[in-house]
């Protein structure tokens, strides 16, 4: 079952073409990478999904709905690129402030805070001010205020940079649990050792998808001994 379809999407920031007439589909339970080096469109064509931006072309479905469709955005778990925290508060409150945005009432919140709160491993931080906290336990809080409302399609940009590499490890043994019981992830990331967990890869250079497939299809493919020999031929300017 297809969870994302991307069809011919197309933006420009001027006269400048951002992304470039692309097309892609992420299957249910599928963890699909969108790879490419500074400046591909990998960004703009993340916002262009959730509604973030315009397309100047192209159609998006998410979860069999056309977007921009506000119910829809209630089944998706969006951490942007930058953490949109509220530094001030704690733990607990921007997971509350989260839940409301997508919907939940006071006691579906108080139904699932403490499982996502220990599955990201703040359960004995809750009560603690996010400032307080390292910036790889803010980016935790980040995906929890993500999965909060038990989000079917999660999308995450860059969700590890400046992440060690633990709790790197840590992340992708989440977004593992996450698709194993059902839900589809689509993810930004320019660690080639985390990208190979994938299960496909879409390689974007100058707006456009100059490959699809899975890692190891990649690395066989440009005969590669890792993936990211792979990648730097495959985007070599
Ligand atoms: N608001 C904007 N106005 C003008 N140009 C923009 C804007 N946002 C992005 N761009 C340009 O569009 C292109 C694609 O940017 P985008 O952020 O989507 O790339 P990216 O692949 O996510 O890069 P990175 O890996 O650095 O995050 C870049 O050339 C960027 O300079």
């Given at each position: ?113 403490d499982?996502t709160l220990k599955?990201?491993?703040l359960d004995?931080?809750k ?111």
């Open positions: 079952m297809t969870a994302l379809a991307v069809k011919g999407l197309r933006k420009r920031y001027g006269s400048f073409e951002a992304v470039r007439g692309i097309s892609f589909k992420v299957e249910k339970g599928e963890i699909f990478g969108l790879i490419g080096p500074n400046g591909a469109g990998k960004t703009t064509t993340i916002k262009l999904i959730v509604g973030l931006l315009r397309p100047d072309g192209g159609e998006v479905k998410l979860l069999g709905r056309e977007m921009p469709n506000k119910d829809v955005l209630r089944r998706v778990g969006y951490m942007p690129q930058e953490l949109a925290l509220y530094m001030n508060l704690t733990v607990e409150e921007n997971l509350e402030f989260y839940s409301r945005l997508y919907g939940l009432s006071k006691r579906e919140f108080n139904q699932r805070k499982w599955f990201v491993g004995k931080f009560d603690r001010i996010v400032r307080e906290l390292s910036g790889g336990m803010q980016r935790r809080v980040s995906l929890a205020c993500a999965l909060i409302h038990e989000p079917e399609f999660l999308i995450l940009d860059e969700p590890t940079v400046g992440v060690d590499p633990n709790l790197r490890a840590n992340f992708w043994g989440y977004f593992r649990q996450l698709t194993e019981s059902g839900a589809s992830i689509l993810i930004t990331t320019h660690y080639m050792d985390e990208a190979v967990n994938c299960d496909r890869i879409a390689v974007m250079m100058k707006g456009k998808i100059v490959t699809i497939a899975s890692p190891q299809e990649i690395m066989e493919k440009t005969e590669s001994r890792t993936l990211e020999e792979a990648i730097l031929k495959l985007t070599r300017w």
